[in-house]
C-alpha cells in the first residue's frame, strides 16, 4: 500500500486519509494498469450495487456496457505517454440489480519512486439523473419538431384551401351581379359580399404567418443594421413628413448583425410605421433609434413618445394575434405577431417598456455579427 498514499507520520493520520477515502461522496477506486481493483471506497459499492469482496473477485470491464468498453482508449493512451495528467469521460455501468448508470470518469495515474505508473486512481459521479433529463428533452425536442412540420404542412393546406373557396366565393358573387342587376339592392346579397371580403382578408393574414417558418443558418447574413435603418427611414419619409414626424438614427455606421434582410426589413419597417400610427396628438412625434453590444447581441432600441400602452392590462397580450390596443381604425393585431416571430426565428427576442400617454420602447435582441 506504500504507492497508495503520500508518507504519514502517524497510524493516526493513515486512519484520518482512510476516514476521508471511504466516505466521500463520490466513489473512488484505485486500479491496476490492466483494470483490476486494488482498492475501492464505500460510495463506489453504492453506486455499483456491489459489495467490495464481489468488485475484487471481477474486472471492471465485466460491468461496463458493452457500447462504452472503448471509451477510454485514446485518452488513456495520452495518459501513459505523459501527454496529459488525467481525463475525464462518460461511460454506462450495469448496476448489480441489472439498470444502466451513467457515471462521470476523472482518471489520474498513481506513480511508483522511480516515477513511472504503477496504478490509477479512477473517481466515479452519478450523472444518471442529468443524462435521463438530456434524453427526454431530446425526445421532446423530436416530437416538437414533428409536430411544428405536421403543423406547417397543415397551414399550408388549409390557406391554399380556403384561398382557393374564398376565390369562388367572390367570383360567384360577381357573376350574380352580372345576371341580376337589382341584387345590389338586396341587404342579404351586402351581406355576404362583406363576409366574403372578411374571410379573404382573414386568409390573407393565415398565408401571412403560414410563411413564418425556421430559419435555416445558410440563410443568415451579415448585414449592417444602420444601412437597413437609414433605408427603411427613407422608404417612410412621406408619412414622417406628413405627421411632422422626427426620426433620429444614433446606430453606428458600423454596427452589423445576422439576419435575413427581408425580415430586417420588416422587424424596422414595422416598428416605425408603428411608432407613427400611435403618435400623440399632444405633442410632435419623435422617435429615437439606438444600438448596442451585449455579450452576443445588438440591441436595438426604438423609442418614441406616442400613446404608450398600459402594460399591466395588455403587456402578456402584446404580441398576440388579432390583439389590437388603440382604436386605429387600420390595426388589425397581425404586424407585432409576425414581426416577433422573425426576431424570434432569427435567434432574438422582443422586450417592451412603455406607459401610458408617454411612450413607448422596444428592445430587440439580434446576433451580433
Not at 475484487?56 to 495518459?79: A, P, Q, S, T
Not at 382578408?201 to 443594421?225: F, P, R
Amino acid at each position: 500500500m506504500k504507492n497508495l498514499y503520500p508518507r504519514v507520520s502517524s497510524p493516526e493520520t493513515y486512519d484520518f486519509l482512510e476516514q476521508i477515502f471511504n466516505n466521500t461522496y463520490d466513489g473512488i477506486v484505485i486500479l491496476t494498469l490492466d483494470g483490476d481493483w486494488i482498492k475501492v471506497n464505500n460510495s463506489i459499492c453504492d453506486l455499483l450495487g456491489y459489495s467490495r469482496h464481489e468488485l475484487f473477485n471481477m474486472n471492471i470491464e465485466n460491468i461496463v456496457f458493452r457500447e462504452d468498453l472503448g471509451v477510454h482508449e485514446k485518452k488513456y493512451e495520452r495518459l501513459m505517454l505523459g501527454n496529459t495528467e488525467g481525463y475525464r469521460v462518460q461511460q454506462r455501468y450495469f448496476h448489480k440489480d441489472g439498470s444502466i448508470i451513467w457515471v462521470l470518469i476523472s482518471v489520474s495515474l498513481i506513480m511508483n519512486k522511480e516515477g513511472t505508473p504503477s496504478n490509477m486512481i479512477w473517481q466515479f459521479s452519478d450523472i444518471t439523473g442529468r443524462k435521463r433529463n438530456q434524453d427526454k428533452l431530446k425526445m421532446m425536442l423530436k416530437v416538437v419538431r414533428e409536430q411544428n412540420e405536421r403543423l406547417t404542412s397543415f397551414a399550408s393546406i388549409v390557406t391554399h384551401n380556403l384561398r382557393s373557396h374564398s376565390g369562388n366565393l367572390s367570383t360567384i358573387a360577381e357573376f350574380l351581379e352580372e345576371d341580376i342587376p337589382l341584387i345590389n339592392s338586396n341587404d342579404n346579397f351586402d351581406l355576404m359580399k362583406k363576409a366574403i371580403e372578411n374571410l379573404q382578408e382573414t386568409v390573407s393574414h393565415l398565408t401571412d404567418v403560414a410563411k413564418i417558418k425556421v430559419v435555416e443558418e445558410s440563410q443568415i447574413q451579415v448585414l449592417n443594421l444602420y444601412d437597413y435603418v437609414e433605408k427603411s427611414i427613407y422608404n417612410i419619409t412621406a408619412i414622417a413628413k406628413n405627421t411632422n414626424t422626427s426620426i433620429i438614427n444614433y446606430i453606428d455606421e458600423e454596427l452589423c448583425v445576422k439576419a435575413i434582410p427581408a425580415y430586417l426589413d420588416s422587424i424596422i419597417l414595422n416598428f416605425l410605421t408603428n411608432a407613427i400610427k400611435y403618435r400623440s396628438e399632444k405633442r410632435l412625434p419623435k422617435i429615437r433609434l439606438t444600438a448596442s453590444v451585449q455579450d452576443d447581441y445588438v440591441i436595438f432600441k426604438i423609442g418614441d413618445n406616442g400613446l404608450g400602452i398600459d402594460m399591466e392590462k395588455y403587456g402578456d397580450k402584446l404580441f398576440q394575434m388579432y390583439n389590437t390596443f388603440h382604436s386605429n381604425k387600420d390595426a388589425v393585431g397581425l404586424g407585432l405577431f409576425i414581426t416577433r416571430n422573425h426576431i424570434e426565428s432569427l435567434g432574438g427576442k422582443v422586450i417592451v417598456t412603455s406607459e401610458v400617454d408617454v411612450g413607448s420602447e422596444f428592445s430587440i435582441y439580434l446576433k451580433s455579427a
